[in-house]
């Protein structure tokens, strides 16, 4: 981690801020196997109903499954639905 991010943990710390939001972390909420809702996500790099790989702040998602489909998105949040195998983080 370095100084700049540090720094803005320690800030969001202090003034009991949610560090996904200060740090722009992304956030990942699993509905069962079927769907998920990603927000703070930068682009879609990759989208196929076998793969879809999104860029975010800090690193690379990528859900791997069968019929996966975008069923919404906006700037910030994103819900892909299917039958979801794995997520992994690169």
């Known amino acids: 981690m370095d100084m700049l991010e540090e720094s803005k943990e320690k800030a969001a710390s202090a003034l009991r801020l ?4 200060v740090l722009g972390e992304v956030l990942i909420s699993f509905l069962g196997r079927r769907s998920v809702v990603i927000e703070n996500y930068r682009s879609i790099i990759l ?3 076998c793969s879809i790989k999104l860029q975010a ?3 690379r998602v990528i859900i791997s499954g069968n019929r996966l489909m975008i069923e919404y998105y ?4 994103m819900k ?5 195998k794995s997520l992994e983080f690169e």
């Open 18 to 21: 949610p560090k996904d939001v």
């Open 47 to 49: 989208y196929t109903d």
């Open 57 to 59: 702040k800090n690193c």
């Open 74 to 77: 906006t700037g910030e949040e």
């Open 80 to 84: 892909i639905t299917g039958y979801i």
